[in-house]
């Protein structure tokens, strides 16, 4: 199972591969599980690095921002939530050099947090510091996302699409399936970005085995089933 990339967060794993002569010779296609900025991130990047590579990033939101989305309503079409991220808090060079080259809006709010035991909201003391706080276009975070994305044409979007099976098959190809079993898709390499497929948590909130469980045991591979147990220890609290 060597032709899997565990993106939880985004780091120096897209470089890594475009050194792997196996994706710089010939076409291969790539899934990407996960339409938040760890998954657009990787797409772009990989996109940018192997032109020829066919990318498809599967989100099952009805479109790309995950953690950082933003939510809106068609009774009040001028009311939007950044429900995850209210902005982006940008330190390094690195960092700052790509989203320059997005559709960003500088974070114009009062930053703060709330203590959790009285609900007070205690703004941050204001800092000189060499930090970028943004959005994306018209202050919603999922355009950021949606800005990673643009103007790359190699990079197939699939929305609203839940991947509930994945397999390996003998000749080494990616399948991925839906609630009913039915092929959706199939790929050379994939990109888990996210711990969704890949954490236990799955199973109470849809039932069954997380997908990239089930095929790790069904495929065994030490590097992965490693991964696997660390992705288990992480917690979420409200």
């Not at 010939?26 to 990047?45: D, H």
């Not at 099976?165 to 990109?191: N, Q, Y």
Request: with cysteine; charged share 20%.
């Amino acid at each position: 199972m060597k032709s899997v990339v565990l993106a939880i967060i985004v780091a120096a794993v897209i470089p890594t591969i475009s050194a792997m002569s196996v994706l710089t010779i010939a076409p291969f296609r790539v899934a990407i599980i996960g339409g938040g900025a760890s998954g657009c991130a990787s797409a772009r990047r990989l996109a940018q690095l192997a032109p020829t590579a066919q990318i498809t990033l599967y989100e099952i939101g009805r479109g790309p921002g995950g953690r950082a989305s933003t939510r809106k309503t068609r009774s009040l079409p001028g009311v939007y939530i950044n429900h995850g991220a209210p902005y982006c808090d940008i330190r390094t060079d690195l960092g700052k050099s790509l989203i320059s080259s997005l559709d960003t809006t500088p974070f114009t709010g009062v930053r703060g947090c709330l203590e959790d035991n009285t609900g007070k909201f205690s703004p941050y003391k204001e800092e000189e510091d060499a930090a970028m706080y943004v959005t994306g276009a018209n202050g919603e975070m999922s355009q950021i996302s949606s800005s990673l994305l643009s103007d790359l044409p190699s990079i197939n979007t699939k929305y609203k699409t839940m991947i509930r099976g994945l397999a390996k098959t003998a000749d080494g190809v990616w399948e991925m399936r839906d609630k009913s079993d039915a092929l959706i898709g199939s790929a050379d390499w994939l990109i888990v970005a996210g711990s969704g497929v890949a954490h236990p948590r799955w199973t109470n909130s849809f039932g069954g085995v997380p997908p990239l469980i089930e095929a790790e045991s069904n495929n065994p591979d030490p590097q992965l089933r490693k991964a696997l147990d660390e992705i288990a220890k992480q917690q979420t609290s409200p």
